[in-house]
């Protein structure tokens, strides 16, 4: 079955310095792989995604996330982040055989420090 | 586009109850899904229709719980009678069909509190 992992529940990080947010996934074929962000009070939004191709994919807002087959990874990064990059951020992993279902993380909240 | 619309934003009822959350997807997707978020479990997926028909509700928690999508754009996910363990934010999502590329889309959510 498919499945992803968030290790940290939490990250915190300074204002400026390089964030990364974990994410190690499970499958049994070619993983198709998405990064969403939630703000207080509001609902998932899609960040980017990893469906074939450079293993470095760009997303919205400055983020990228890295996809490593050997370490089965998908690690959500930014370069220098910001005060207003604090929110929840979600990997999903879409089911090999059910293109519409999503799995998701338990989620990792981002916590930057000015 | 107004993107995913979800009514009521809060909802506050007591147990016994019935609860009826509406969602309208973003034209021209022909999924949608409905969620379920608690700290506890996470990121659930209740159940979810392709062109107005229920696909797959081996999510839905239980009986009390039931979900209609009458037309392309509105759906309802009622609980009849509602318990405090239901007390939730409930997500809908949409998306358009096109094998593996297609990212969904989420509404800004209803925060269900039963007491």
């Known amino acids: 079955a498919q499945s992803v992992a968030q290790p940290e529940d939490q990250v915190n990080v300074a204002e400026g310095n390089p964030l990364t947010v974990k994410c190690t996934y499970s499958?049994?074929?070619?993983?198709?792989l998405f990064w969403y962000v939630q703000y207080p009070n509001r609902g998932l939004q899609f960040l980017l995604k990893?469906?074939?191709?450079?293993?470095l994919v760009k997303g919205s807002y400055g983020f990228e996330a890295e996809f490593n087959k050997s370490q089965t990874s998908f690690h959500l990064k930014k370069p220098s982040a910001l005060v207003s990059d604090s929110a929840l951020y979600f990997c999903a992993v879409r089911d090999e055989y059910n293109f519409n279902k999503f799995y998701f993380g338990s989620g990792t909240k981002l916590n930057v420090k000015p | 586009d107004a993107g995913v619309i979800q009514s009521p934003r809060h909802e506050v009822t007591e147990m016994g109850q019935e609860v009826t959350l509406r969602c309208k997807p973003i034209?021209?997707?022909?999924?949608l899904f409905w969620y379920r978020q608690t700290m506890m479990r996470g990121l659930e997926l209740l159940i979810y229709?392709?062109?107005?028909?229920?696909?797959?509700d081996s999510g839905m928690p239980e009986d009390r719980f039931s979900a209609k999508m009458p037309n392309a754009s509105f759906s309802t996910l009622k609980i009849q009678p509602s318990e405090p363990r239901d007390s939730a934010v409930y997500f809908c999502?949409?998306?358009?069909?096109?094998?593996?590329?297609?990212?969904?889309?989420f509404g800004p959510g209803t925060r269900l509190t039963v007491l």
């Open positions: 499958v049994s074929g070619n993983p198709y």
């Open positions: 990893y469906i074939t191709g450079d293993n």
């Open positions: 034209s021209g997707h022909d999924y």
């Open positions: 999502a949409s998306s358009r069909s096109g094998g593996r590329r297609n990212e969904q889309f």
């Open positions: 229709f392709n062109n107005n028909v229920p696909i797959d």
